[in-house]
């Protein structure tokens, strides 16, 4: 994540969404984890999802 220091372009150069405010390099690395939907206030359902810790 630490090439991503820019809020504006990715490092191959391909625009970074506008809602997206700051550089993916200053975002936390660790603590909640959130899950987010937008379908016009429809129901929003999530099944079977394991979470499990990458190893460096």
């Known amino acids: 994540m630490s090439l991503w ?7 191959d150069g391909s625009e970074i969404p506008a809602w997206l405010n700051k550089p ?3 975002h936390p ?6 899950l987010q939907g937008k379908h016009a206030g429809a ?8 979470i499990r810790e990458l190893k460096q």
């Open 5 to 11: 220091t820019s809020a504006k372009k990715n490092p």
């Open 43 to 50: 129901p929003i359902w999530f099944r079977n999802i394991k």
């Open 29 to 34: 690395t660790k603590g909640k984890i959130g």
């Open 24 to 26: 993916l390099a200053e």
